[in-house]
Every structure is written in C-alpha cells, then in structure tokens.
C-alpha cells in the first residue's frame, strides 16, 4: 500500500496521524495484508462452512406453540394501545 492511498484513506477516517503515526499505520496495514495474503494461500475447499470455530453441532429446538397469556400480560402493561398493538410517542 502506498503512503499517499493511505494518508488519503486515513484523511477520509479523519484520523490526525503525524509522520511516526502514518509509519505505524501503514506497518500495521502491512502486517495485516500479509496475512491476508497468507490465509488465501491456505486450500479450503473442503472445508464445510461454521457459524462458531467451537461449536460442533447447530443450537436448533423444537418449535413448540406458546400460550398467548404471556401477550395478554404484555399488553395489559403498555401505556396506550390501538386494537392490540402497543402505541408509542413519536420521538423525533
């Protein structure tokens, strides 16, 4: 990356980087494009895709139909109501 690309994209953050700041910033970017660039090296097409680098099974459960008394309740406790929907100030 070339120092004006970057004084140019680190002038859109507005970040004020002296001289040592821009130096420490293009490191830094350098250091993470060579790693990118170590990643797409690494073969993962059979790879199978993951939501969580932990987690070995899918969190899934049973749909089960709910009482609507919990909703009830709900809307027993809201300020204002129209037909059964919760009514609430404009704020701007």
């Known amino acids: 990356m070339d120092?004006?690309?970057l004084r140019t994209t680190a002038d859109m953050a507005?970040?004020?980087?002296?001289?040592s700041g821009?130096?420490?910033l293009e490191d830094a970017v350098s250091r993470v494009l060579e790693y990118?660039?170590?990643m797409a090296a690494i073969d993962v097409k059979n790879v199978e895709?993951?939501?969580h680098a932990l987690i070995?099974?899918?969190?899934?459960?049973r749909d089960q139909p709910a009482s609507l008394a919990l909703a009830d309740d709900v809307l027993e406790q809201a300020a204002d109501l129209e037909?059964?929907?919760i009514s609430i100030p404009n704020v701007l």
Request: net charge negative.
């Open 3 to 5: 120092s004006l690309e």
């Open 22 to 24: 821009l130096a420490e």
């Open 14 to 19: 507005m970040l004020d980087l002296d001289d």
């Open 83 to 85: 037909d059964r929907l």
């Open 49 to 51: 895709p993951t939501t």
């Open 56 to 61: 070995t099974g899918n969190r899934t459960r």
């Open 36 to 38: 990118f660039t170590t």
